[in-house]
Protein backbone atom coordinates (compact mmCIF):
# COMPACT_ATOMS: atom_id res chain seq x y z
CA UNK A 1 0.00 0.00 0.00
CA UNK A 2 1.44 3.27 -0.55
CA UNK A 3 2.26 5.88 1.89
CA UNK A 4 0.29 9.74 1.27
CA UNK A 5 3.89 10.84 0.30
CA UNK A 6 4.20 8.43 -2.69
CA UNK A 7 0.14 9.12 -3.57
CA UNK A 8 0.60 13.34 -3.81
CA UNK A 9 3.74 12.45 -6.20
CA UNK A 10 1.66 10.89 -7.86
CA UNK A 11 -0.57 13.99 -8.79
CA UNK A 12 2.63 15.87 -9.12
CA UNK A 13 3.28 13.85 -12.28
CA UNK A 14 -0.42 14.86 -13.93
CA UNK A 15 0.67 17.00 -17.07
CA UNK A 16 4.28 16.35 -17.47
CA UNK A 17 6.37 14.09 -19.85
CA UNK A 18 7.87 11.49 -18.77
CA UNK A 19 10.76 9.60 -20.93
CA UNK A 20 12.07 6.35 -19.77
CA UNK A 21 15.52 4.64 -21.60
CA UNK A 22 16.29 1.20 -20.68
CA UNK A 23 12.22 0.45 -20.65
CA UNK A 24 12.31 -3.36 -21.61
CA UNK A 25 15.62 -3.77 -18.76
CA UNK A 26 14.42 -4.41 -15.00
CA UNK A 27 14.63 -1.05 -13.69
CA UNK A 28 13.00 0.35 -17.17
CA UNK A 29 9.77 -2.32 -17.23
CA UNK A 30 8.89 -1.37 -13.13
CA UNK A 31 8.71 2.51 -13.61
CA UNK A 32 6.83 1.88 -16.55
CA UNK A 33 4.32 0.18 -15.56
CA UNK A 34 3.93 2.44 -12.53
CA UNK A 35 3.54 5.59 -14.75
CA UNK A 36 1.32 3.93 -16.89
CA UNK A 37 -1.01 3.20 -13.48
CA UNK A 38 -0.44 7.29 -12.65
CA UNK A 39 -1.37 8.06 -15.97
CA UNK A 40 1.18 10.11 -16.84
CA UNK A 41 1.94 10.54 -20.55
CA UNK A 42 5.09 8.40 -21.29
CA UNK A 43 7.52 7.73 -23.85
CA UNK A 44 9.62 4.54 -23.49
CA UNK A 45 12.84 3.64 -25.14
CA UNK A 46 14.74 0.35 -25.64
CA UNK A 47 16.82 -1.90 -27.52
CA UNK A 48 13.89 -4.37 -27.57
CA UNK A 49 10.44 -4.10 -26.96
CA UNK A 50 9.39 -4.70 -24.17
CA UNK A 51 8.21 -8.24 -23.04
CA UNK A 52 5.24 -7.15 -20.20
CA UNK A 53 2.49 -5.71 -22.93
CA UNK A 54 -0.01 -5.86 -19.79
CA UNK A 55 0.06 -2.23 -20.05
CA UNK A 56 0.22 -0.10 -23.22
CA UNK A 57 3.03 2.42 -23.57
CA UNK A 58 4.16 4.86 -26.34
CA UNK A 59 7.25 2.37 -27.03
CA UNK A 60 10.13 3.78 -29.01
CA UNK A 61 12.62 1.22 -30.41
CA UNK A 62 15.68 2.98 -30.55
CA UNK A 63 19.10 2.76 -29.50
CA UNK A 64 20.43 5.80 -27.01
CA UNK A 65 24.24 5.29 -27.58
CA UNK A 66 23.22 6.72 -30.87
CA UNK A 67 23.47 10.49 -30.79
CA UNK A 68 21.28 11.09 -33.31
CA UNK A 69 18.24 9.03 -32.04
CA UNK A 70 18.42 10.44 -28.76
CA UNK A 71 18.77 14.12 -29.75
CA UNK A 72 16.11 13.75 -31.99
CA UNK A 73 13.99 11.75 -29.60
CA UNK A 74 14.36 14.74 -26.72
CA UNK A 75 13.17 17.59 -29.37
CA UNK A 76 10.51 15.80 -30.85
CA UNK A 77 9.05 14.38 -27.55
CA UNK A 78 10.12 17.19 -25.10
CA UNK A 79 9.93 15.91 -21.47
CA UNK A 80 9.57 17.31 -18.43
CA UNK A 81 11.47 14.46 -16.92
CA UNK A 82 13.75 11.50 -18.25
CA UNK A 83 14.91 8.69 -16.34
CA UNK A 84 17.83 7.09 -18.07
CA UNK A 85 18.33 3.21 -16.95
CA UNK A 86 19.36 1.89 -19.86
CA UNK A 87 22.81 -0.25 -19.81
CA UNK A 88 24.50 -3.24 -21.02
CA UNK A 89 23.72 -4.91 -17.64
CA UNK A 90 26.25 -7.65 -16.84
CA UNK A 91 29.12 -6.40 -14.03
CA UNK A 92 30.84 -9.66 -14.98
CA UNK A 93 34.73 -8.74 -14.76
CA UNK A 94 35.39 -10.38 -18.91
CA UNK A 95 36.84 -8.40 -21.41
CA UNK A 96 33.95 -9.27 -23.64
CA UNK A 97 31.90 -6.76 -21.54
CA UNK A 98 34.26 -3.88 -22.20
CA UNK A 99 33.25 -2.04 -25.18
CA UNK A 100 29.06 -3.09 -24.40
CA UNK A 101 29.63 -1.51 -21.02
CA UNK A 102 31.50 1.74 -23.14
CA UNK A 103 28.68 1.85 -25.73
CA UNK A 104 25.27 1.25 -23.64
CA UNK A 105 26.51 2.71 -19.92
CA UNK A 106 28.77 5.45 -20.32
CA UNK A 107 28.04 7.00 -24.40
CA UNK A 108 24.47 6.69 -23.71
CA UNK A 109 24.78 9.00 -20.17
CA UNK A 110 27.06 11.39 -22.35
CA UNK A 111 24.76 11.24 -24.88
CA UNK A 112 21.76 11.91 -22.56
CA UNK A 113 23.12 14.57 -20.64
CA UNK A 114 24.23 16.62 -24.05
CA UNK A 115 20.75 16.35 -25.21
CA UNK A 116 18.74 17.41 -21.87
CA UNK A 117 21.24 20.25 -21.33
CA UNK A 118 20.86 21.39 -24.75
CA UNK A 119 17.34 20.99 -25.37
CA UNK A 120 16.06 21.52 -21.87
CA UNK A 121 14.12 19.44 -18.97
CA UNK A 122 12.91 19.43 -15.34
CA UNK A 123 14.92 16.81 -14.03
CA UNK A 124 17.47 14.12 -15.22
CA UNK A 125 17.44 11.08 -12.93
CA UNK A 126 20.31 8.41 -13.57
CA UNK A 127 20.77 5.59 -12.28
CA UNK A 128 24.56 5.15 -10.52
CA UNK A 129 25.84 1.84 -9.37
CA UNK A 130 26.74 0.22 -5.68
CA UNK A 131 29.51 -0.80 -8.43
CA UNK A 132 31.12 2.09 -8.83
CA UNK A 133 33.94 3.45 -6.65
CA UNK A 134 33.45 5.61 -3.55
CA UNK A 135 34.88 8.97 -4.07
CA UNK A 136 37.63 10.15 -1.54
CA UNK A 137 38.31 6.99 -1.17
CA UNK A 138 42.47 5.72 -1.20
CA UNK A 139 41.43 3.03 -3.65
CA UNK A 140 39.36 4.27 -6.69
CA UNK A 141 40.46 1.62 -9.42
CA UNK A 142 36.92 -0.08 -10.57
CA UNK A 143 36.75 -3.65 -10.41
CA UNK A 144 34.60 -4.61 -13.54
CA UNK A 145 34.53 -2.87 -17.12
CA UNK A 146 30.49 -1.84 -15.46
CA UNK A 147 31.98 -0.10 -12.69
CA UNK A 148 34.41 1.53 -14.55
CA UNK A 149 31.69 2.86 -17.28
CA UNK A 150 29.05 3.92 -14.28
CA UNK A 151 31.95 5.77 -12.52
CA UNK A 152 32.97 7.86 -15.70
CA UNK A 153 29.26 8.31 -16.03
CA UNK A 154 28.81 9.92 -12.76
CA UNK A 155 31.68 12.11 -13.16
CA UNK A 156 30.00 13.20 -16.34
CA UNK A 157 27.14 13.72 -14.72
CA UNK A 158 29.18 15.82 -11.81
CA UNK A 159 30.81 18.15 -14.41
CA UNK A 160 27.54 18.77 -16.68
CA UNK A 161 25.54 20.04 -13.18
CA UNK A 162 28.25 22.06 -12.24
CA UNK A 163 29.46 23.45 -15.54
CA UNK A 164 26.19 23.55 -17.06
CA UNK A 165 23.84 23.97 -14.61
CA UNK A 166 21.86 20.51 -15.85
CA UNK A 167 19.11 19.66 -13.44
CA UNK A 168 20.53 15.46 -12.65
CA UNK A 169 19.93 14.13 -9.34
CA UNK A 170 21.65 10.67 -9.34
CA UNK A 171 20.12 7.22 -7.00
CA UNK A 172 22.43 4.74 -6.73
CA UNK A 173 20.38 1.46 -6.00
CA UNK A 174 21.94 -1.13 -3.99
CA UNK A 175 21.04 -4.60 -4.67
CA UNK A 176 17.78 -4.55 -6.16
CA UNK A 177 16.09 -8.03 -6.72
CA UNK A 178 12.52 -8.46 -7.42
CA UNK A 179 9.62 -10.21 -9.75
CA UNK A 180 10.49 -9.56 -13.82
CA UNK A 181 14.58 -9.74 -13.24
CA UNK A 182 16.50 -11.40 -15.61
CA UNK A 183 17.53 -15.03 -14.60
CA UNK A 184 21.24 -14.80 -15.10
CA UNK A 185 21.14 -12.67 -12.04
CA UNK A 186 22.05 -14.07 -8.39
CA UNK A 187 18.33 -14.06 -6.82
CA UNK A 188 16.54 -15.63 -9.94
CA UNK A 189 19.06 -17.87 -10.61
CA UNK A 190 19.12 -19.47 -7.65
CA UNK A 191 15.29 -19.24 -7.31
CA UNK A 192 14.46 -21.13 -10.74
CA UNK A 193 16.91 -23.72 -9.90
CA UNK A 194 15.54 -24.06 -6.73
CA UNK A 195 11.94 -23.96 -7.97
CA UNK A 196 13.05 -27.13 -10.42
CA UNK A 197 14.26 -29.09 -7.86
CA UNK A 198 18.25 -28.26 -9.37
CA UNK A 199 20.92 -27.62 -7.13
CA UNK A 200 22.45 -23.88 -8.22
CA UNK A 201 26.31 -23.79 -8.53
CA UNK A 202 27.78 -20.76 -6.19
CA UNK A 203 30.81 -18.87 -5.37
CA UNK A 204 31.56 -19.32 -1.64
CA UNK A 205 28.43 -17.03 -0.60
CA UNK A 206 29.99 -14.52 1.93
CA UNK A 207 30.14 -11.51 0.42
CA UNK A 208 28.09 -8.79 2.42
CA UNK A 209 25.54 -7.80 0.50
CA UNK A 210 22.51 -4.50 1.24
CA UNK A 211 19.61 -6.01 -0.73
CA UNK A 212 16.79 -3.67 -1.45
CA UNK A 213 13.48 -4.74 -3.08
CA UNK A 214 12.24 -3.58 -6.48
CA UNK A 215 8.97 -1.82 -5.18
CA UNK A 216 11.34 0.30 -3.12
CA UNK A 217 13.95 1.39 -5.75
CA UNK A 218 10.73 2.48 -8.11
CA UNK A 219 9.40 4.33 -4.95
CA UNK A 220 12.85 6.24 -4.44
CA UNK A 221 13.27 6.96 -8.08
CA UNK A 222 9.79 8.63 -8.30
CA UNK A 223 11.07 10.80 -5.60
CA UNK A 224 14.30 12.06 -6.95
CA UNK A 225 12.03 13.30 -9.97
CA UNK A 226 9.73 15.71 -7.28
CA UNK A 227 11.95 16.25 -4.87
CA UNK A 228 12.51 19.98 -4.86
CA UNK A 229 16.21 21.61 -4.71
CA UNK A 230 18.64 18.34 -4.92
CA UNK A 231 19.67 18.75 -8.32
CA UNK A 232 23.99 17.55 -8.26
CA UNK A 233 22.44 14.86 -5.50
CA UNK A 234 23.91 11.39 -5.42
CA UNK A 235 21.28 9.56 -2.88
CA UNK A 236 22.06 5.56 -2.50
CA UNK A 237 19.00 3.36 -1.80
CA UNK A 238 19.13 0.46 -0.19
CA UNK A 239 18.18 -1.06 3.33
CA UNK A 240 21.57 0.45 5.72
CA UNK A 241 21.73 -3.71 6.77
CA UNK A 242 24.66 -6.11 4.97
CA UNK A 243 23.30 -9.89 4.86
CA UNK A 244 26.09 -12.23 2.93
CA UNK A 245 24.86 -14.24 0.04
CA UNK A 246 24.67 -17.12 1.84
CA UNK A 247 22.25 -16.21 4.06
CA UNK A 248 20.16 -14.47 1.82
CA UNK A 249 20.37 -18.18 -0.55
CA UNK A 250 19.52 -20.75 2.54
CA UNK A 251 16.41 -18.11 3.07
CA UNK A 252 15.53 -19.30 -0.33
CA UNK A 253 16.14 -22.53 0.31
CA UNK A 254 13.89 -22.36 2.97
CA UNK A 255 10.68 -20.26 1.04
CA UNK A 256 10.92 -22.57 -1.67
CA UNK A 257 11.29 -26.09 0.27
CA UNK A 258 13.59 -27.67 -1.86
CA UNK A 259 14.88 -30.94 -1.66
CA UNK A 260 18.17 -29.82 -2.70
CA UNK A 261 20.98 -27.84 -1.35
CA UNK A 262 23.34 -25.00 -3.38
CA UNK A 263 26.72 -25.64 -3.98
CA UNK A 264 28.66 -23.00 -2.48
CA UNK A 265 32.21 -23.13 -3.99
CA UNK A 266 31.33 -24.61 -7.11
CA UNK A 267 32.85 -21.19 -8.82
CA UNK A 268 35.24 -18.69 -8.00
CA UNK A 269 34.48 -15.23 -6.41
CA UNK A 270 34.60 -12.67 -8.66
CA UNK A 271 38.01 -10.66 -7.82
CA UNK A 272 37.86 -7.11 -6.32
CA UNK A 273 34.12 -7.47 -5.04
CA UNK A 274 32.49 -4.59 -3.42
CA UNK A 275 31.28 -4.76 0.07
CA UNK A 276 29.07 -1.00 0.44
CA UNK A 277 26.41 0.23 2.44
CA UNK A 278 23.71 2.36 1.63
CA UNK A 279 24.35 5.94 3.23
CA UNK A 280 20.13 6.54 4.62
CA UNK A 281 21.02 9.54 5.78
CA UNK A 282 20.56 11.78 1.92
CA UNK A 283 17.54 9.52 0.89
CA UNK A 284 15.73 10.51 4.17
CA UNK A 285 16.34 13.58 4.00
CA UNK A 286 16.48 14.59 0.49
CA UNK A 287 13.72 12.70 -0.68
CA UNK A 288 11.61 11.18 2.85
CA UNK A 289 12.43 7.97 1.33
CA UNK A 290 12.95 4.74 3.46
CA UNK A 291 12.61 0.92 2.26
CA UNK A 292 9.18 -0.59 3.45
CA UNK A 293 9.49 -4.41 2.27
CA UNK A 294 11.59 -6.13 4.87
CA UNK A 295 14.25 -8.85 2.95
CA UNK A 296 12.75 -12.12 4.09
CA UNK A 297 9.15 -9.81 2.54
CA UNK A 298 11.02 -9.16 -0.44
CA UNK A 299 12.07 -12.90 -1.22
CA UNK A 300 8.38 -14.33 -0.36
CA UNK A 301 7.07 -11.90 -3.07
CA UNK A 302 10.08 -12.96 -5.66
CA UNK A 303 9.82 -16.96 -5.00
CA UNK A 304 5.31 -16.37 -5.64
CA UNK A 305 6.30 -14.30 -8.90
CA UNK A 306 8.90 -16.55 -10.24
CA UNK A 307 6.34 -20.07 -9.36
CA UNK A 308 3.72 -18.56 -10.61
CA UNK A 309 5.74 -17.84 -14.17
CA UNK A 310 6.94 -21.35 -14.24
CA UNK A 311 3.68 -22.87 -14.06
CA UNK A 312 1.90 -20.35 -17.01
CA UNK A 313 5.42 -21.39 -19.04
CA UNK A 314 4.34 -25.48 -18.17
CA UNK A 315 0.52 -24.26 -18.93
CA UNK A 316 1.64 -22.98 -22.23
CA UNK A 317 3.85 -25.71 -23.36
CA UNK A 318 0.97 -28.12 -22.46
CA UNK A 319 -1.34 -25.94 -24.36
CA UNK A 320 0.76 -26.26 -27.54
CA UNK A 321 1.68 -30.27 -26.97
CA UNK A 322 -2.38 -30.97 -26.67
CA UNK A 323 -3.11 -28.24 -29.89
Known amino acids: ?32 RRFHESGVELCA ?3 TAPKDDAFRISWVPGDVSDWETIQSLIREFQPDVVFHL ?35 VR ?12 HGSSEIT ?26 VVQVRP ?39 YIDDVIDGMWAAALAPNIEGSAIDLGSGVLVSIRE ?14 PQFGAVIDRPMEVVRLADMA ?10 RIPLHEGLELTVKWFREELALSAARQNSRGSA
Open 45 to 47: VSR
Open 86 to 120: SGHGVGAPGLEHVLPTFRHDLATTVNILTAITQFG
Open 174 to 212: FMTYGPGQRAHKLIPYVTLALLQAQSPKLGSGLRPVDWV
Open 1 to 32: MQTTALMSFETSFVGQKVLVTGASGFLGAHIC
Open 142 to 167: PSTPYAAAKFSSTMYARMFHKLYGTP
Open 282 to 291: AAREKLGWKP
Open 123 to 134: RLVLAASLEEPV
Open 248 to 261: VVMQLVDIVGAPVQ
